[in-house]
């Protein structure tokens, strides 16, 4: 079966300082992975997704991620964290036996910058 | 452009009452997704309609069912309502299409559904 996992319920960051966001997949295949990001009251936003080809996507707010295959890892990363960021990120695979629409998503990490 | 649109945002009903919640997608979106957010977990996948056909249903009993419209807006209706179905109900569209399985889904706010 096609999950993933986020070890973090919260990440606690100061603003300027780099934040990593972490998520492990276990999928049979290639995998399809996502991130998206909920703002409090809100749905969920896309921020990016690797599908093949480099390791290191970029997405939107500055965010990137890693894709390890070796680790089976895709964590969200940016280089200096903005208070702005703080929100609820998910880590996201597609379910590639199943409906194109069919994302399985984590449990979900809240991250927290202070000023 | 209008992003998603769900209505209402939000509701309260009693045990055993139905639901109706309402989603729009984005225009030339033909693909709507619903999901369901308990408090604390991540959004579980409930239903797929692409061309107003089912496309997918996740782990969820009878009591949910769906339908899209020829405009591609969509209803997802919950019958005899449990105080476990208290959570955010998320409308997702996308591009999907046989050649685009890795579209990402642009998701409206949601209905806070309350069952009391």
């Known amino acids: 079966a096609q999950s993933v996992a986020q070890p973090e319920d919260q990440v606690n960051v100061a603003e300027g300082n780099p934040l990593t966001v972490k998520c492990t997949y276990s999928?049979?295949?290639?995998?399809?992975l996502f991130w998206y990001v909920q703002y409090p009251n809100r749905g969920l936003q896309f921020l990016l997704k690797y599908i093949t080809g480099d390791n290191l996507v970029k997405g939107s707010y500055g965010f990137e991620a890693e894709f390890n295959k070796s680790q089976t890892s895709f964590h969200l990363k940016k280089p200096s964290a903005l208070v702005s960021d703080s929100a609820l990120y998910f880590c996201a695979v597609r379910d590639r036996y199943s409906s194109a629409s069919k994302i399985i998503f984590g449990s979900g990490t809240r991250l927290s910058i202070r000023p | 452009d209008a992003g998603v649109t769900q209505s209402p945002t939000h509701l309260i009903k009693t045990r055993g009452q139905q639901v109706t919640l309402r989603c729009s997608p984005i225009s030339g979106h033909k693909s709507v997704s619903w999901y369901q957010q308990v408090l604390g977990q991540g959004p579980q996948f409930i239903f797929q309609?692409?061309?107003?056909?089912?496309?997918g249903r996740g782990n969820f009993p009878d009591r949910f069912s769906a339908r899209q419209f020829p405009n591609y807006s969509s209803e997802l209706n919950v019958n005899a309502l449990l105080l476990g179905d208290s959570a955010l109900y998320l409308c997702a569209s996308s591009l999907v299409t046989e050649s685009s399985y890795n579209s990402p889904l642009h998701f409206g706010n949601g209905t806070r559904l309350t069952v009391t």
């Open positions: 999928v049979s295949g290639n995998p399809y």
């Open positions: 309609y692409y061309e107003k056909e089912e496309r």
